[in-house]
């Protein structure tokens, strides 16, 4: 059965920083795409980024390029997220998701994490 796991959220003021970790298990992931994506209340869920860990390439919304740095641990089935500068428009429940297809940013991910609130108080 396949899990992930997300921790790091919590309360920051705005341009401050956050290290979101996302752990999955169940299976080998290193052919897979690992993704975060997040949403605010009354909002469609949005991609924010995502990295393959079968080419290592990275992807990233344009509303965090140069402020969010995604990373993954390939041997330890583990992604990050790091997030700077952070703005409260990007409060919101950030989810952690993992698909064996190059999906990247839609959001049609097999598998999800339960998410982890990231609030930033202006």
């Known amino acids: 059965q396949v899990q992930l796991v997300e921790s790091g959220g919590g309360l920051v003021q705005a341009g401050g920083s956050l290290r979101l970790s996302c752990v999955a298990s169940?299976?080998?992931?290193?052919?897979?795409?690992m993704g975060w994506f997040r949403q605010a209340p009354g909002k469609e869920r949005e991609f924010v980024a995502a990295?393959?860990?079968?080419?290592?390439?990275?992807y990233y919304a344009d509303s965090v390029k140069g402020r969010f740095t995604i990373s993954g641990d390939n041997a330890k089935n583990t992604v990050h997220l790091q997030m700077n500068s952070l703005k409260s428009e990007d409060t919101a429940v950030y989810y952690c998701?993992?698909?064996?297809?190059?999906?990247?940013?839609?959001?049609?991910?097999?598998?999800w994490g339960q998410g982890t609130q990231v609030t930033v108080s202006s």
């Open positions: 998701a993992a698909d064996p297809r190059l999906v990247v940013t839609i959001p049609r991910y097999n598998y």
């Open positions: 169940g299976r080998t992931f290193s052919s897979y795409v």
């Open positions: 990295i393959s860990f079968r080419s290592s390439n990275t």
